[in-house]
């Protein structure tokens, strides 16, 4: 049933999509980034590299320490340069240690030279020739992304820097993409007295991003006049998008600065706009805010935490996998997929099911075509078009080639209109099938249509290189069927769908994540119930006397 799309093994990259507003998420910010990697692909990196520039904190609720749990939280591969090594506590900071920067250029030169950075979030600088130094590194070696929280203000109102030191932070906008302050540190950047209201803190935004050309999310989280609510912004010199989020009552905020920042820079790789990256952030933060209590870590303001979703950055194909274990077993256990891999199924059971398989095949043809043009990039559009027109092949070569073969001498009973290549009736099974992929796809998603097409590929290549390794082909009546998805070509074309898949799945939340595993599931379930019918239907559309097998418990 799998289609058999060549694979390619080259880095996949897709144009850039950053730089102008679109209508779901409106302005996305003057983001001149390099084509987007996609990441999980074969050749590619697994996971965006992301590289935290800032200070540190022993405890673990902020600076360096909280940016790589929230890197990992969201898929990244952390990385660490640091500018100060800080001893605090979520009772306050006790004293702090500037490297000189001579050892903080180091530092840096030691990551660019030898790793490709994806995005670079850029904490506390600390001093004026800290700034100075980074800025004179980022003129050379700038990431496609680069988000700068600048830390100039404590929560008591405090500056953390000189006068030198604020100016050279300013000048590291030229180098930013996305500038992150709290209300008070917009208010520093711009030398303006702090914003009153959120229609005043808009209008710095406003001005800061016309000023220097940059993104700026604008955080209303601590404003007296927003009672339970949290509202936040992109702003750009195109326009706003607010991301509101109801405010979360709790004292364990130690870090959320430093966690957010460095959430949004390591999912703006994987995402096409600052917009969808920040409004993901700002979902996982609230439920890290409400998750920081539980840790029961400091007596004081305690942190968020980070690892709240339990394994949120698993690849979602994974899980999927684990979750038809049951399903996959019953496969191997029925009288058809037996019958196939030993040789003894009954040539009119296999031309039923071949005869099944064409019909189906046409209309997977047209999914297919659906996800090429929900696809988010070209190298997703190409594979699954190239998806689509070998279906169309396979079915021609399955009526002039199988067909032909096992249908002729049982053509009433293969369920082939008596034509043995002829038009066959399609089947419940078959229509149900093909049914649940047309409603997703009319529907659904891209995410939730990648992932009702996967089983297609995924269990046909799994089962065919496992009947391939034990099996006999000499003089085998279904050495070609077995061959064919046991071939290492369509193991690497399922490998290639699961990789979107899972690239899909990072690019979406909890919600859609459920749906896709809802669709990946019952897909599933249909591939179980289409082979089954290989052996309970064989004389469809008249009435067939062999008893239906049971249903694997729990697949419903």
């Given at each position: 049933?799998?289609?058999?799309?060549?694979?390619?093994?080259?880095?996949?990259?897709?144009?850039?999509?950053?730089?102008?507003?679109?209508?779901?998420?409106?302005?996305?910010?003057?983001?001149?980034?390099?084509?987007?990697?996609?990441?999980?692909?074969?050749?590619?990196?697994?996971?965006?590299?992301?590289?935290?520039?800032?200070?540190?904190?022993?405890?673990?609720?902020?600076?360096?320490?909280?940016?790589?749990?929230?890197?990992?939280?969201?898929?990244?591969?952390?990385?660490?340069?640091?500018?100060?090594?800080?001893?605090?506590?979520?009772?306050?900071?006790?004293?702090?240690?500037?490297?000189?920067?001579?050892?903080?250029?180091?530092?840096?030169?030691?990551?660019?030279?030898?790793?490709?950075?994806?995005?670079?979030?850029?904490?506390?600088?600390?001093?004026?020739?800290?700034?100075?130094?980074?800025?004179?590194?980022?003129?050379?070696?700038?990431?496609?992304?680069?988000?700068?929280?600048?830390?100039?203000?404590?929560?008591?109102?405090?500056?953390?820097?000189?006068?030198?030191?604020?100016?050279?932070?300013?000048?590291?906008?030229?180098?930013?993409?996305?500038?992150?302050?709290?209300?008070?540190?917009?208010?520093?950047?711009?030398?303006?007295?702090?914003?009153?209201?959120?229609?005043?803190?808009?209008?710095?935004?406003?001005r800061l991003a016309r000023r220097h050309g940059v993104a700026v999310l604008v955080k209303g989280g601590h404003l007296a006049g927003e009672p339970g609510r949290s509202p936040d912004a992109v702003v750009t010199v195109e326009g706003t998008v607010e991301i509101d989020a109801a405010r979360v009552a709790t004292l364990h905020t130690h870090g959320t600065g430093c966690s957010l920042s460095a959430a949004v820079a390591t999912l703006r790789p994987q995402r096409d706009d600052w917009v969808p990256a920040v409004?993901?952030?700002?979902?996982?933060?609230?439920?890290?805010?409400?998750?920081?209590?539980?840790?029961?870590?400091?007596?004081?303001?305690?942190?968020?935490?980070?690892?709240?979703?339990?394994?949120?950055?698993?690849?979602?194909?994974?899980?999927?996998?684990?979750?038809?274990?049951?399903?996959?077993?019953?496969?191997?256990?029925?009288?058809?997929?037996?019958?196939?891999?030993?040789?003894?199924?009954?040539?009119?059971?296999?031309?039923?099911?071949?005869?099944?398989?064409?019909?189906?095949?046409?209309?997977?043809?047209?999914?297919?075509?659906?996800?090429?043009?929900?696809?988010?990039?070209?190298?997703?559009?190409?594979?699954?078009?190239?998806?689509?027109?070998?279906?169309?092949?396979?079915?021609?070569?399955?009526?002039?080639?199988?067909?032909?073969?096992?249908?002729?001498?049982?053509?009433?009973?293969?369920?082939?209109?008596?034509?043995?290549?002829?038009?066959?009736?399609?089947?419940?099974?078959?229509?149900?099938?093909?049914?649940?992929?047309?409603?997703?796809?009319?529907?659904?998603?891209?995410?939730?249509?990648?992932?009702?097409?996967?089983?297609?590929?995924?269990?046909?290549?799994?089962?065919?290189?496992?009947?391939?390794?034990?099996?006999?082909?000499?003089?085998?009546?279904?050495?070609?069927?077995?061959?064919?998805?046991?071939?290492?070509?369509?193991?690497?074309?399922?490998?290639?769908?699961?990789?979107?898949?899972?690239?899909?799945?990072?690019?979406?939340?909890?919600?859609?994540?459920?749906?896709?595993?809802?669709?990946?599931?019952?897909?599933?379930?249909?591939?179980?119930?289409?082979?089954?019918?290989?052996?309970?239907?064989?004389?469809?559309?008249?009435?067939?006397?062999?008893?239906?097998?049971?249903?694997?418990?729990?697949?419903?």
């Amino acid at each position: 049933m799998g289609p058999r799309p060549v694979a390619r093994r080259e880095r996949v990259v897709s144009a850039p999509l950053g730089g102008a507003p679109s209508p779901a998420d409106g302005p996305g910010g003057p983001d001149a980034a390099p084509d987007r990697v996609l990441f999980g692909a074969p050749g590619g990196p697994s996971r965006p590299r992301v590289l935290s520039v800032a200070g540190t904190d022993p405890t673990g609720g902020a600076g360096i320490q909280a940016d790589l749990k929230s890197i990992a939280a969201h898929g990244g591969y952390g990385m660490a340069v640091v500018t100060a090594l800080v001893a605090q506590n979520t009772r306050g900071v006790r004293a702090s240690h500037v490297p000189n920067p001579a050892f903080l250029r180091a530092q840096l030169d030691a990551v660019s030279d030898d790793v490709t950075v994806d995005a670079l979030k850029i904490g506390m600088v600390a001093t004026e020739a800290v700034a100075r130094e980074l800025g004179a590194w980022l003129a050379v070696h700038r990431p496609p992304h680069v988000v700068l929280d600048p830390v100039m203000v404590a929560t008591s109102g405090d500056r953390l820097l000189d006068g030198g030191a604020e100016d050279a932070v300013r000048s590291l906008l030229a180098h930013a993409d996305l500038v992150t302050p709290n209300l008070p540190e917009l208010a520093v950047l711009l030398d303006e007295p702090v914003a009153a209201t959120w229609a005043e803190a808009l209008d710095q935004g406003a001005r800061l991003a016309r000023r220097h050309g940059v993104a700026v999310l604008v955080k209303g989280g601590h404003l007296a006049g927003e009672p339970g609510r949290s509202p936040d912004a992109v702003v750009t010199v195109e326009g706003t998008v607010e991301i509101d989020a109801a405010r979360v009552a709790t004292l364990h905020t130690h870090g959320t600065g430093c966690s957010l920042s460095a959430a949004v820079a390591t999912l703006r790789p994987q995402r096409d706009d600052w917009v969808p990256a920040v409004r993901e952030a700002k979902e996982w933060l609230t439920g890290a805010l409400r998750a920081g209590a539980a840790l029961q870590v400091g007596t004081g303001n305690g942190p968020v935490d980070h690892a709240h979703l339990q394994g949120s950055a698993r690849a979602f194909t994974h899980g999927a996998w684990e979750q038809v274990a049951d399903l996959r077993a019953a496969c191997d256990e029925l009288v058809f997929v037996r019958g196939l891999a030993a040789g003894t199924l009954e040539p009119a059971q296999f031309a039923f099911y071949l005869a099944q398989d064409a019909l189906y095949l046409r209309e997977y043809s047209r999914v297919l075509a659906r996800a090429s043009e929900l696809a988010p990039d070209r190298e997703a559009q190409e594979f699954f078009a190239r998806g689509a027109h070998h279906c169309l092949a396979v079915e021609s070569d399955l009526h002039r080639r199988w067909l032909g073969r096992y249908g002729p001498t049982r053509a009433g009973d293969a369920g082939t209109g008596g034509a043995g290549t002829g038009a066959a009736a399609t089947s419940p099974v078959t229509a149900a099938y093909t049914d649940h992929l047309r409603a997703v796809a009319a529907s659904g998603s891209y995410a939730e249509l990648v992932a009702a097409v996967l089983p297609c590929y995924w269990l046909y290549a799994d089962i065919g290189a496992r009947l391939l390794a034990r099996a006999d082909l000499d003089g085998h009546p279904y050495a070609d069927w077995i061959a064919t998805y046991g071939d290492p070509e369509f193991a690497r074309a399922s490998d290639r769908a699961r990789a979107l898949t899972d690239a899909a799945a990072r690019s979406v939340g909890p919600a859609e994540r459920a749906r896709m595993l809802e669709a990946f599931v019952r897909s599933c379930r249909h591939e179980w119930l289409f082979f089954a019918q290989g052996t309970s239907m064989p004389s469809w559309p008249a009435p067939s006397p062999a008893a239906a097998e049971p249903e694997p418990a729990g697949v419903r």
